[in-house]
């Protein structure tokens, strides 16, 4: 029985190190900014660009069920996650509602990112904001 068992178990411990989920610990990176575009309160002049500093962009692991971590964008508006697993991603960031549909006044400028390489460095771009 205990040549049947031991097998077994070293094959279930070979291939679940083989499945990594999305999520922290892998090699991989999501890099990428953040632009504002300011307008008045009623989107009806623009005032100028820059870039977002010091703005929360937040990134959900595979199907999670809210954001599984967060960052600031650094004084050029530039963020970096490091360190991830391959597979699904959503990168977003919030931004002034200029379609005034939703109450809050804010709405989220989503990304979805698929990370298919061990060492990837996958370029979400430039999320441009209103403000």
């Known amino acids: 029985m205990k ?16 499945c990594k989920k999305p999520g922290y610990g892998g090699d991989a990176k999501i890099v990428g900014c953040v632009y504002v575009q300011k307008w008045n309160t009623t989107f009806t002049q623009y005032i100028g ?60 400028i989503v990304k979805q990112i698929n990370i298919t390489e061990r060492k990837e460095i996958f370029n979400a771009d430039t999320f441009h904001i209103f403000e």
């Open 3 to 18: 040549k049947i068992i031991f097998p077994l178990f070293v094959s279930l411990i070979i291939g679940s190190i083989g």
């Open 49 to 108: 660009k820059y870039p977002g500093k010091d703005l929360y962009v937040y990134i959900i692991y595979g199907s999670h069920t809210g954001f599984d971590k967060r960052i600031k964008t650094d004084y050029n508006g530039q963020f970096e996650f490091p360190y991830l697993y391959e597979g699904d991603y959503s990168v977003y960031v919030y931004s002034r509602d200029s379609s005034f549909s939703d109450l809050s006044g804010m709405t989220a």
